[in-house]
Nanobody, 120 residues
Framework: QVQLVESGGGLVQAGGSLRLSCAASGSISRIHTMGWYRQGSGKQRELVAVFSSGGNTSNYADSVKERFTISRDNAKNAVYLQMNNLTTEATGVYYC?????????????WGQGTQVTVSS
């Protein structure tokens, strides 16, 4: 069984920063894509930032480019999201997402989510 556990959410004023962390644990053969999604109140879940399979390239939502940075620690099976100059539009639940191979299966996993609230 594989689990993704997020941490680092919280309440911050507009213009502030937060760093989210996500660690994968369990029966892991290989982590393919790994990244972050968010879901605002009454909105659909959307991609924020993600590493492609192999971890060499990253993609960002246009709304967070140059303010958010995704990084990855393969030795720890972890991914991080540094969020700077936050705006109220960043408020929502942030979910870690990963495609992980375990022996003979390839599955998509989601973390439980961590709340980020940006106040004006």
């Amino acid at each position: 069984q594989v689990q993704l556990v997020e941490s680092g959410g919280g309440l911050v004023q507009a213009g502030g920063s937060l760093r989210l962390s996500c660690a994968a644990s369990g029966s892991i053969s290989r982590i393919h894509t790994m990244g972050w999604y968010r879901q605002g109140s009454g909105k659909q879940r959307e991609l924020v930032a993600v590493f492609s399979s192999g971890g060499n390239t990253s993609n960002y939502a246009d709304s967070v480019k140059e303010r958010f940075t995704i990084s990855r620690d393969n030795a720890k099976n972890a991914v991080y999201l540094q969020m700077n100059n936050l705006t109220t539009e960043a408020t929502g639940v942030y979910y870690c997402n990963a495609d992980i191979s375990s022996r003979i299966t390839l599955k998509t996993y989601w973390g439980q989510g961590t709340q980020v609230t940006v106040s004006s």
